[in-house]
């Protein structure tokens, strides 16, 4: 997880510390949440409290322009289970296919999110040729947008199979700043 973690911050100094482990965890148990109010929590096994992790609070996500949230990262998805489901392609759940090439060593996605789709592109330029989705909420004044970025690492693999999410910073967090980061590493 080091490795992977450094890759959100290469200037910072990493530190992260496991508050709970669920070793028998499947696959679909474990989930990272981001909400709008800027709370981030991980579920570490089964949707029950006692595998709900304490939350981080960062930065709203309602930033017109927002920015960095979160970064999935893997470095194999061989041996990982496939939803046994047809891909969903409409609301309020989609399934977002990544392109990924089987022989890269490393793949990664980094989520962005803002209020503003203009302000957004203008802030990072390379969200202008990636399609956003974009989420209405009950509640929320404003819709929310989120925009990918998809990173491909040529070479051989050297991590053993594997999905690590963190998130929880919110828009705007500085690598210099020591800010709440919430992560889930599922494996084989």
């Known amino acids: 997880m080091g490795h992977s973690a450094a890759e959100l911050a290469p200037s910072a100094t990493t530190s992260l510390t496991a508050q709970r482990v669920y ?92 209020t503003d789709q203009d302000a957004m592109e203008g802030r990072h330029s390379f969200l202008k040729n990636n399609p956003l989705l974009r989420m209405d909420r009950l509640g929320m004044p404003t819709p929310l947008h989120f925009g990918f970025r998809c990173r491909v690492i040529p070479g051989q693999r050297q991590d053993p199979p594997g999905v690590f999410v963190a998130g929880g910073w919110g828009p705007g967090a500085s690598q210099e700043d020591a800010v709440p980061t919430a992560a889930v590493w599922v494996g084989l």
């Open 23 to 114: 070793p028998n965890a499947k696959f679909g148990d474990a989930q990272l949440s981001l909400h709008h109010s800027g709370q981030t929590h991980v579920y570490a096994g089964p949707h029950r409290r006692e595998f709900r992790l304490p939350p981080v609070q960062g930065a709203r996500l309602d930033d017109p322009a927002g920015g960095h949230v979160a970064t999935i990262s893997w470095a194999t998805l061989d041996g990982l289970p496939m939803p046994d489901r047809p891909l969903v392609f409409t609301g309020p759940n989609i399934d977002l296919v990544v392109p990924a090439d089987p022989h890269a060593a490393r793949m990664s996605v980094v989520l962005y999110s803002g």
